[in-house]
């Protein structure tokens, strides 16, 4: 570490390079934090976790005895009795016994991605409701015709404000919090949508995964969905990178006046007549030609085969975009795990050890700041993954019972997870703050005299 500090004094490395050994450090290091506690008022399983995405200050958390939770996961409440562990409680709860509040188990609970002042929920009761946090009152409803399993925000959208949504009925539909009505109805799964994620390089692309093993992709400008995944049909290892030295000689041939300008301008000459008609067959038949995703972009709906493709034996539970969304991960109930390359639409074949993951309702998965671990909940544990190797890297051991979510925080490089115990634990870089109390205490009985 401090040859690294040394060398990033020297000029030798990058800042970029430095701030990511630094984090990978970090995230090497995990484990159950010895100096943060959530206090969690729920009394069922935690279902749903984030840190809001502007300031990563604040958690909330969803739970299935239909109450929500805010807390602040920087300033501690109070700390234990040796001023040793601080504690975080809750600053915003809302239960069943509020006025507005859900009356079945809540699903999904997101954050509004550009403000802290409204967050989103879903609930088994058929409702997805927006709240306004400083209020603790809902100021927006939609009423879905199934059990809500999953909603989902665009990090990076300028020009909409929908709220995808994924419920026991084959529709996908998408809520505008600006007009308070629903905008598009998504058709194509054969059955529920358990879960949604939204591209991570395009606010138009949406990617969803059903009970019926299905992952689809859509672009909401567009009719039906484009693409839907294949597990058989694969590609071997990762598309090669563009580098930076390939991209400088493209723009410097692009920008060089000598081949472009050198280029005579195209001359008019008489065409026969019948000629322009050949031509435009003859390209007609090449743009027929089946040519990658291109076949898939069928409209309406898809030749059979191509709809009929599923992703994993069984349903989807969890979708994960990296990124740069280049790649796309996916859990099932067949408890495989699966690395898509998104452009292809290709199973990359990364084998993934042996993993024993939940069936009956939807995970939530979590990636690392440089998108090379996966964080996947298996049973009562949480395990992480390289992403292109499929290595186990380690193993969190904390929680009593099955663990339904996790959340990795970019800010600190900390892991968040909820469970059916109903425990929010926090994983933390380690840091030996008890060890360090203890050796003080060590060095204060001293005296001058003692050997």
Known sequence: MWR??????????????FTSRVRSRRVAALQLSNRKEIVSPHRGAVN????DLTEGRYLLSGSSDASVAIYDIQQASDYDEYGLIAKHRSLVAVDKHHEQGHKFAISSAIWYPIDTGLFVTGSYDHDIKVWDTNTSQAIMEYKMPGKVYGTAMSSIATTHMLIAAGSADVQVRLC?????????????????????EWSSSSEWVLMTGGCDGAIRFWDIRRAGCFLVLDQLRSQLGRRPALSVHSLKNANAERMTPGKNS??????HKRVPPGSVMKNLNNSNKHQNLPRGSATQRLHPGMSSSLNRATAHYGAVTGLKSTKDGIY????GSDSRLRLWDVESGCNTLVNFEAMRLQTSKPLQLAISHDSSLVFVPCMSSVKAYHV????????????????????????????YTGSNDRKVLVWSPFSPAVTEMEGDCKEADKDNWSD
């Open 4 to 17: 690294e500090v040394s060398d990033r004094e020297a000029g030798k490395i990058r800042p970029s390079l």
């Open 262 to 267: 050198a280029k005579a301008p195209p001359s």
């Open 388 to 415: 292109w190797s499929g290595v186990t890297f380690q193993t969190l051991r904390g929680h009593y019972e099955s663990v339904n979510c996790c959340y990795f925080n970019y800010h600190d490089q900390e892991i």
């Open 176 to 196: 505008d919090i600006a007009s308070g009505a629903f905008t598009h109805t998504l058709s194509g799964h054969h059955d529920g949508v358990m879960t949604l």
């Open 48 to 51: 749903s976790i984030q840190v």
């Open 328 to 331: 796309l991960i996916s859990s």
